[in-house]
T-cell receptor, first 110, second 116 residues
Framework: GNSVTQMEGPVTLSEEAFLTINCTYT??????LFWYVQYPGEGLQLLLK?????DKGSNKGFEATYRKETTSFHLEKGSVQVSDSAVYFCALKRYSTLTFGKGTMLLVSP | DVKVTQSSRYLVKRTGEKVFLECVQDMDHENMFWYRQDPGLGLRLIYF???????EKGDIPEGYSVSREKKERFSLILESASTNQTSMYLC???????????????FGPGTRLTVL
């Protein structure tokens, strides 16, 4: 079956540090890949997405590249801000349903 | 903007009570979903619906049922609430036209349910 594995948190960084959150997946066929973000007290928001191999999704300074050869979709940001503190979920989609990773909490201190 | 609203942000119920969680979306989406979110487990799909009166079991349907009488509304029902159903419940919706693998799911703010 489909599954998503992402690094456990919390990830604790100082403002302006470089961020990587690892995500690998197992799936049949060619899924689409997503990163969702959940700010405290809120639902999930789509951060970025990629639908085929070598696609790069980007939004708000975050990037992730769909790597089919390593079945990975790692999230990166060059310089994090305190406002980026949130829980980040990697997900894959086949047909209508999403399969989520367990989430990685990011804490950014000033 | 797509809006997915959930009837309550916080709910406290007693063991054995029948609980209804309501979700409404305003973008004419065909697909609607119910997830529960638990620390260390991420989001798990309970049920989804791709059309009015249609429903499909997700990964953890036991102890839950759903109802979709109108396209915009999807209800999650706990027939007899138990303490292990204490959780955050998230509703989502998406289009079914276009490329199924691509369509974004839009989430509501969640309902934090506590069963005592």
């Amino acid at each position: 079956g489909n599954s998503v594995t992402q690094m456990e948190g919390p990830v604790t960084l100082s403002e302006e540090a470089f961020l990587t959150i690892n995500c690998t997946y197992t799936a049949t066929g060619y899924p689409s890949l997503f990163w969702y973000v959940q700010y405290p007290g809120e639902g999930l928001q789509l951060l970025l997405k990629a639908t085929k191999a070598d696609d790069k999704g980007s939004n708000k300074g975050f990037e992730a590249t769909y790597r089919k050869e390593t079945t990975s979709f790692h999230l990166e940001k060059g310089s994090v801000q305190v406002s980026d503190s949130a829980v980040y979920f990697c997900a894959l989609k086949r047909y209508s349903t999403l399969t989520f990773g367990k989430g990685t909490m990011l804490l950014v201190s000033p | 903007d797509v809006k997915v609203t959930q009837s309550s942000r916080y709910l406290v119920k007693r063991t054995g009570e029948k609980v209804f969680l309501e979700c409404v979306q305003d973008m004419d989406h065909e697909n609607m979903f119910w997830y529960r979110q638990d620390p260390g487990l991420g989001l798990r799909l309970i049920y989804f619906s791709y059309d009015v009166k249609m429903k499909e079991k997700g990964d953890i349907p036991e102890g839950y049922s759903v109802s979709r009488e109108k396209k915009e509304r999807f209800s999650l029902i706990l027939e007899s609430a138990s303490t292990n159903q204490t959780s955050m419940y998230l509703c989502a919706s998406s289009l079914s036209t276009g490329t199924p693998d691509y369509n974004e799911q839009f989430f509501g703010p969640g309902t934090r349910l506590t069963v005592l």
